[in-house]
């Protein structure tokens, strides 16, 4: 039994080495792990595997009940001694079996989805440039549209602006025309008032010469 556990992991480390380098035997060894992992594989795999999971703890039970009747009797006969060593090394393989059979398990997995990881990214890769060509040109096209209605609503605002400032400017020169024209129109009426009150002076002083004279005659 000791022979084929030993056996049995030095192929599961010949199988882990094969699996950490890539070499011809890799495909080779994922080929045959692929087609155990297949139809009745998995649960042939788990029987074994829980088959020597019972004997490995029942090899560490037998340990335990041995160590016991140490403890009990206070002392060990080589019988006891040789049994405990068989136990342990019984374990200790079978446990090695089962740990480096997950390690296979887990690089195999890992090296498949490594591979359709690769591929994926290589397909995206291809497609890559096509989708950007298409796509750099599709934005393109948009951004020259947009440059060409910024341009357009850029000279309407300049047209809007040109427009509103010539009506300012009309503004501005209206406005200082009827600021010059009222300044004449108070000049005229201040020419007026002054008239008026020149003619008011005059007519009150011819009015007060006929008084005068009639004043003189009768004294």
């Known amino acids: ?3 084929l556990l030993f056996l049995v992991i030095f192929s599961e480390m010949a199988v882990i080495m094969v699996l950490s380098f890539k ?3 890799r495909k ?3 080929m045959v792990l692929d087609r155990v992992k297949r139809g009745r594989g998995p649960l042939m795999v788990k029987t074994v595997a829980a088959t020597i999971a019972v004997v490995m703890i029942s090899s ?3 340990m335990m009940m041995i160590q016991k009747r140490w403890i009990d009797d206070g ?3 080589p019988t006891e001694q040789i049994l405990m060593v068989k136990h342990l090394l019984e374990a200790t393989l079978m446990g090695g079996v089962l740990f480096l059979a997950l390690m296979i398990d887990r690089l195999h997995h890992y090296i498949r989805e490594l591979r359709i990881r690769r591929k994926s990214m290589e397909a995206i890769k291809k497609q890559g440039p096509e989708d950007g060509k298409s796509g750099g040109s599709d934005k393109v096209k948009a951004l020259e549209g947009e440059v060409t209605t910024l341009q357009a609503k850029l ?3 300049e047209s809007d602006l040109e427009t509103k400032t010539k009506e300012m400017d ?3 020169a209206n406005a200082v025309a009827l600021r010059k024209q009222s300044e004449g129109f108070l000049l005229e009426y201040d020419r007026l008032l002054e008239e008026n009150q020149n003619l008011r002076n005059q007519l009150e002083s011819l009015e007060q010469s006929p008084s005068r004279s009639g004043n ?3 004294t």
């Open 60 to 62: 560490v039970y037998s």
């Open 1 to 3: 039994m000791f022979q």
């Open 23 to 25: 070499t011809p035997l």
């Open 75 to 77: 002392s060990a006969n």
């Open 155 to 157: 000279k309407q605002l």
């Open 216 to 218: 003189k005659k009768n």
């Open 170 to 172: 009309a503004a501005e």
């Open 28 to 30: 080779l060894t994922l």
